[in-house]
């Protein structure tokens, strides 16, 4: 299995509770809004502690993977992105969009998510190019595509949305608000 992008990973791997927080909490501290960090534990109890901290504290937990013995818990350092101005004037909502998956419009999903947050859920046969990658990775997207741009609240989209236009794409809808509220089909790891 290929790994999941992160920007920093804990090993907590035999360490009881409270530690496994202890040192996620610590290593949060580090990282920039928007990162995920990896925390690697043995201890079966941390994933309902780190859920439960991740919640509490304001942070996204994306998810956990097991492999052999070792727990994989994957988070996302809260950010501000929930209060930015949206001011990409094309918006749909997931209800449309949706409707346009079942109905089969020739469309493209774009997810601007992190890696990890992705590849824990998504909409099936999105393209995943993250916010941060977008500028490089542009030449991707065909500017002739009605495309569709989701994040998990509809802000990381907003700002994508306003860079596609700025570069000539013309059919540019926000999806809001996001994956953070999406009762369609999604895939994701496991399936």
């Known amino acids: 299995m290929n790994s999941l992008k992160t920007d920093l990973m804990v090993d907590a791997k035999g360490l009881a509770?409270?530690?496994?927080?202890?040192?996620?909490?610590?290593?949060?501290?580090?990282?920039?809004?928007?990162?995920?960090?990896?925390?690697?534990?043995?201890?079966?109890?941390?994933?309902a502690d780190i859920q439960a901290w991740a919640k509490s504290s304001g942070h996204q937990y994306l998810g956990t993977l097991e492999e052999a013995d070792v727990l994989m818990h994957y988070l996302r350092k809260a950010s501000n992105d929930?209060?930015?101005?949206?001011?990409?004037?094309?918006?749909?909502?997931?209800?449309?969009?949706?409707?346009?998956?079942?109905?089969?419009?020739?469309?493209?999903?774009?997810?601007?998510?992190?890696?990890?947050?992705?590849?824990?859920?998504?909409?099936?046969?999105?393209?995943?190019?993250?916010?941060?990658?977008?500028?490089?990775?542009?030449?991707?997207l065909d500017k002739e595509d009605e495309i569709y741009v989701v994040c998990r609240t509809g802000s990381r989209s907003d700002l994508a949305s306003q860079k596609l236009t700025e570069k000539g794409f013309e059919k540019v809808n926000n999806v809001v608000p996001g994956m953070n509220e999406w009762s369609g089909i999604t895939s994701n790891l496991t399936r």
């Open 17 to 47: 509770c409270p530690m496994p927080i202890v040192r996620t909490k610590k290593a949060m501290n580090e990282l920039e809004a928007g990162q995920v960090l990896e925390v690697q534990a043995t201890d079966k109890g941390s994933k």
């Open 82 to 140: 929930e209060t930015i101005e949206k001011k990409h004037p094309h918006v749909t909502s997931n209800e449309e969009l949706e409707q346009k998956l079942e109905a089969r419009k020739n469309i493209v999903v774009l997810d601007v998510r992190e890696s990890a947050e992705y590849a824990f859920s998504h909409i099936p046969n999105a393209i995943s190019i993250p916010l941060g990658e977008l500028d490089e990775r542009v030449s991707e």
